[in-house]
């Protein structure tokens, strides 16, 4: 086991998503993971791209949007450190549904989908507790969105 493993369980462990999981189901999920860093303006993913995997911010802030028909993508919302980055991941057709974007040097814990969701497959409890984690995500995400929209209508743009 690599140093960044045991920090990575420990990352995880102590990370509110990751809550009532038991231990060996969060060295599970820190199995699939690895530290990947991004440079200011570099994408983590871009909307509609396969999507492989799920990012939680350790340092730095991420912005999360919309591309527009214009050109000009519509922003939901910045992030920062323990924040999670994606759902598609878990639901078919796994394709990204926003873009995000490096606002910072930004480091992040990016967890492998396609071998999580294999785990999910063995261990259902995993799947139904990682489905009910991912799922409120995705409310606050698409409420996030909501509000973007408004604010855009609001200001006329």
């Not at 394709?95 to 995000?100: E, H, L, N, Y």
């Not at 261990?123 to 509000?147: C, H, P, S, T, V």
Request: charged content about 20%.
């Amino acid at each position: 086991m690599r140093a960044s493993d045991d920090m990575i369980t420990q990352y995880l462990t102590q990370h509110p998503s990751f809550d009532g999981l038991d231990p060996a189901q969060v060295s599970l999920i820190a199995s699939h993971a690895q530290i990947v860093h991004f440079a200011p303006g570099e994408r983590l993913f871009s909307r509609d791209g396969d999507a492989r995997e799920f990012f939680i911010v350790q340092d730095g802030k991420v912005t999360v949007g919309v591309p527009s028909i214009d050109g000009e993508s519509l922003e939901i919302q910045t992030v920062g450190p323990g924040s999670m980055l994606g759902w598609s991941w878990l639901i078919p057709p796994y394709r990204w549904s926003f873009d995000a974007r490096a606002v910072t040097p930004t480091s992040v814990i990016a967890v492998d989908g396609a071998k999580l969701r294999e785990a999910c497959e063995v261990d259902l409890k995993l799947g139904y507790e990682l489905m009910k984690r991912f799922a409120l995500l995705m409310a606050k995400r698409l409420n996030a969105a909501r509000m973007a929209a408004i604010r855009q209508h609001a200001s006329g743009i």
